[in-house]
């Protein structure tokens, strides 16, 4: 084994480990938080899904868009989606400055409420995940260039894994020689799972910010 090409991949692998991992923990927490975001919305918006305005008129569907426009001044009607019972209807709208609101109508199309999309659940952790909140070119490029590093970092262990034998049974191995067969052997299990999440992960924040 060439010890000079062994070390340079471990000190590249450890720099890459140092620089993404703040990232990857942020984005895996964030992801996961995005994961879940139905089960938590539920419980946090049972009022807006599920309750009913204290007012009992039966109005047409185009009718409850018409009010809501009323209430909102300045706003538009950019989506309507009518979820399976027993979810409320939900209007997305919009005014000329970019803000947007989600409008829920019950089952008589009366406006139950209203929330500011940015702060739901699953708008604040789709960005955090996608843009870390800030957003813009460089943010994006950050995101992308741990995506990359964090391949390199897979790939590189694999390799040092393979050309170090760290799963060669050694007698009488020491804390850190079993610590380093443990890593050796999470790390080449996790890889394609990984390599899946993080491709998968880049088309997907590449169609995101095109939307």
Not at 52 to 74: N, P, R, V, Y
Not at 176 to 204: E, S
């Amino acid at each position: 084994m060439n010890k000079g090409l062994y070390n340079r991949f471990w000190r590249w692998h450890f720099y890459a480990a140092l620089f993404i991992t703040p990232l990857l923990l942020t984005l895996t927490l964030s992801g996961i938080g995005y994961l879940f975001y139905p089960n938590v919305e539920n419980k946090a918006y049972d009022d807006y899904f599920f309750g009913k305005s204290a007012h009992t008129e039966k109005l047409t569907i185009d009718e409850g868009i018409e009010k809501a426009k009323g209430q909102f001044k300045g706003y538009s009607v950019s989506k309507v989606i009518v979820l399976k019972d027993p979810y409320n209807t939900r209007l997305t709208m919009d005014d000329r400055n970019g803000d947007e609101k989600y409008v829920f109508l019950d089952d008589n199309y009366q406006i139950v409420g209203s929330q500011n999309a940015k702060y739901t659940f699953s708008n604040v952790m789709r960005n955090f995940h996608s843009s870390l909140f800030v957003g813009g070119t460089v943010v994006n490029y950050l995101v992308e260039l741990a995506a990359c590093w964090a391949i390199f970092l897979l790939f590189s262990g694999v390799y040092m894994a393979f050309k170090g034998k760290a799963w060669k049974k050694k007698q009488n191995a020491s804390h850190h020689q079993k610590n380093k067969k443990w890593h050796a052997l999470v790390g080449t299990i996790i890889t394609l799972p990984m390599i899946i999440i993080i491709f998968t992960g880049l088309t997907l924040n590449l169609i995101l910010h095109k939307i």
